[in-house]
């Protein structure tokens, strides 16, 4: 079993096997909203973390999140292609 932590404890979510793939039941208080159907995952030392994939950016965009003024500082610019065709 996967354990889960919580804010007063561990919980626990059963790990399991369907066809080649492997499966984690996720405990009803911890389950994605319905209708969700991909999620990200990335590992984050020994933990493997899933967050929601947006649908789209509109949350993210609205947010204002901008770079930094010297994001592209350094990086210079490619050669045009010729293409031949």
């Known amino acids: 079993m996967?354990?889960?932590r919580t804010g007063s404890g561990l919980r626990t979510a059963r790990v399991g096997k369907n066809?080649?793939?492997q499966v984690v039941t996720i405990p009803l208080?911890?389950?994605f909203p319905e209708g969700v159907k991909e999620v990200y995952i990335r590992r984050e030392g020994n933990e493997i973390v899933l967050s929601?994939?947006?649908r789209d950016w509109s949350a993210f965009?609205?947010?204002g999140v901008r770079s930094s003024p010297d994001f592209m500082s350094g990086v210079d610019d490619l050669p045009v292609q010729?293409?031949?065709g």
């Open 52 to 54: 929601q994939r947006p």
């Open 2 to 4: 996967a354990n889960v």
């Open 19 to 21: 066809n080649r793939a």
């Open 82 to 84: 010729v293409r031949s």
């Open 29 to 31: 208080e911890f389950r």
């Open 61 to 63: 965009l609205h947010a």
